[in-house]
């Protein structure tokens, strides 16, 4: 098995036959990446005191800075877990080729609002002995992406000739806003001549089962809440 990259995706090719087949997006490709950043100085508030000098050192030169984070989500695609053992041998008939989950619908973005729903499961079935590993693409669904910001409150104060005091407080994730960071992306089923899945969120009648909460579609990983920390750097 030969591996190929080139431009904006790469592809494992089993033979010379089926390149279109096993071409798809890098594991870090992200479709769309922007990052804004702003200073803003806040106004002076000895302005409003009739300009005290004591309001004025600890009110005036103050600064507010942010970096705002928008990016698409990297791609990912859906693997299986057959007990008993069940592996390449058994449905490729090779020690090193792989199979593929079937897919027989729409399976969706592959990201959502909605922690326990983050895909179609239903259109997901593994793969028939016999396979060759091409029942579905390669990276065909896109994870939670990032949309964040982060902020800085921040201000010098000066004294006598050199010193210097310079306190920062810094807010990462500054609204706490709740970020998905992964998919628990495998089936698991019942044997290789039941494919009844074992691992799903919900029954047939849409009851969600709480065992399986962290169960094939659902979220397994959030990246960080809201963490604060405060800087005090004297110089002199």
Same mark, same amino acid.
């Given at each position: 098995?030969?591996?190929?990259?080139?431009?904006?995706?790469?592809?494992?090719?089993?033979?010379?036959?089926?390149?279109?087949?096993?071409?798809?997006?890098?594991?870090?490709?992200?479709?769309?990446?922007?990052?804004?950043?702003?200073?803003?100085?806040?106004?002076?508030?000895?302005?409003?005191?009739?300009?005290?000098?004591?309001?004025?050192?600890?009110?005036?030169?103050?600064? +507010?800075? *942010?970096?705002?984070?928008?990016? @698409? !989500?990297?791609? %990912?695609?859906? /693997?299986?877990? =057959?007990?008993?053992?069940?592996?390449?041998?058994?449905?490729?008939?090779?020690?090193?080729?792989?199979?593929?989950?079937?897919?027989?619908?729409?399976?969706?973005?592959?990201?959502?609002?909605?922690?326990?729903?983050?895909?179609?499961?239903?259109?997901?079935?593994?793969? +028939?002995? *016999?396979?060759?590993?091409?029942? @579905? !693409?390669?990276? %065909?669904?896109? /994870?939670?992406? =990032?949309?964040?910001?982060?902020?800085?409150?921040?201000?010098?104060?000066?004294?006598?000739?050199?010193?210097?005091?310079?306190?920062?407080?810094?807010?990462?994730?500054?609204?706490?806003?709740?970020?998905?960071?992964?998919?628990?992306?495998?089936?698991?089923?019942?044997? +290789?001549?039941?494919?009844?899945?074992?691992?799903?969120?919900?029954?047939?009648?849409?009851?969600?089962?709480?065992?399986?909460?962290?169960?094939?579609?659902?979220?397994?990983?959030?990246?960080?809440?809201?963490?604060?920390?405060?800087?005090?750097?004297?110089?002199?």
């Amino acid at each position: 098995m030969g591996v190929t990259n080139g431009g904006d995706g790469d592809f494992v090719r089993i033979d010379t036959f089926n390149k279109a087949a096993n071409y798809g997006p890098l594991n870090f490709n992200r479709k769309h990446s922007l990052a804004i950043n702003a200073i803003y100085e806040l106004p002076s508030l000895s302005r409003y005191a009739h300009n005290n000098k004591v309001v004025g050192f600890f009110g005036d030169h103050w600064q +507010l800075s *942010g970096v705002y984070v928008f990016q @698409s !989500g990297t791609p %990912y695609g859906v /693997g299986f877990s =057959i007990p008993g053992g069940i592996g390449n041998a058994q449905l490729t008939g090779s020690n090193t080729e792989g199979a593929r989950a079937r897919v027989t619908g729409a399976a969706g973005l592959g990201n959502s609002g909605d922690p326990y729903r983050q895909l179609n499961t239903a259109v997901f079935t593994p793969p +028939l002995p *016999g396979s060759l590993g091409l029942e @579905s !693409g390669r990276n %065909y669904l896109i /994870g939670p992406g =990032i949309n964040n910001i982060d902020m800085s409150l921040q201000k010098s104060f000066t004294f006598k000739e050199r010193g210097r005091l310079e306190l920062r407080v810094d807010a990462f994730n500054a609204f706490n806003h709740t970020q998905f960071s992964g998919v628990n992306a495998t089936l698991n089923v019942t044997s +290789l001549t039941n494919f009844t899945p074992t691992n799903l969120p919900f029954d047939a009648n849409g009851n969600f089962i709480f065992a399986n909460r962290n169960g094939f579609g659902t979220i397994n990983g959030a990246r960080d809440p809201r963490i604060l920390q405060m800087v005090a750097r004297l110089s002199f």
